[in-house]
């Protein structure tokens, strides 16, 4: 048995000059998005129920929800589930091994992408 040479290891791992691929960056994004849909629960909750309580919550909730900043963040929100819908179905393929040769899972993930993209820019330009 010849003695084996440990390559060096790196000293410090600058995470700015790592280049993630595609399905890596798209996975990292369905994990960010499903915990920040997780964290903005109680205020859809509250838009819900402000929706459907009386007619003047009714008025209340369309005074909100009319604010530019508040369309900006529902579009955000509706990004983020989109985004985690898309991703989630793709993560359920890639468990049933369907899509995991490298090409198919770079094709899967800017699938992923552009349609949470386009989607939410759709529903944007309708609703704005």
Same mark, same amino acid.
């Given at each position: 048995m010849s003695?084996?040479?440990?390559?060096p290891?790196?000293?410090?791992?600058?995470?700015?000059?790592?280049?993630?691929?595609?399905?890596?960056?798209?996975s990292?994004m369905h994990?960010?998005?499903?915990?920040?849909l #997780?964290?903005?629960?109680?205020?859809?909750?509250?838009?819900?129920?402000?929706?459907? $309580?009386?007619?003047?919550? #009714?008025?209340? #909730?369309?005074?909100v929800?009319?604010?530019?900043?508040?369309k900006?963040?529902?579009?955000?929100?509706?990004?983020?589930?989109?985004?985690?819908? #898309?991703?989630?179905?793709?993560?359920?393929?890639?468990?049933?091994?369907?899509?995991? $040769?490298?090409?198919?899972?770079?094709?899967?993930?800017?699938?992923?992408?552009?349609?949470?993209?386009?989607?939410?820019?759709?529903?944007?330009?309708?609703?704005?």
């Open positions: 003695p084996t040479v440990a390559k290891r790196p000293r410090h791992l600058n995470l700015m000059q790592i280049r993630q691929p595609m399905p890596a960056i798209i990292i994990r960010i998005s499903g915990a920040v #997780f964290l903005l629960i109680p205020l859809l909750l509250w838009l819900f129920q402000a929706s459907l $309580e009386s007619p003047t919550t #009714f008025a209340d #909730f369309q005074s929800v009319t604010h530019p900043l508040m900006v963040l529902l579009l955000g929100l509706l990004w983020g589930y989109l985004h985690h819908l #898309f991703a989630g179905l793709r993560h359920l393929f890639l468990d049933l091994d369907v899509g995991t $040769e490298l090409a198919t899972a770079r094709l899967t993930s800017m699938i992923v992408l552009a349609a949470g993209i386009v989607l939410t820019l759709a529903v944007g330009v309708m609703s704005w």
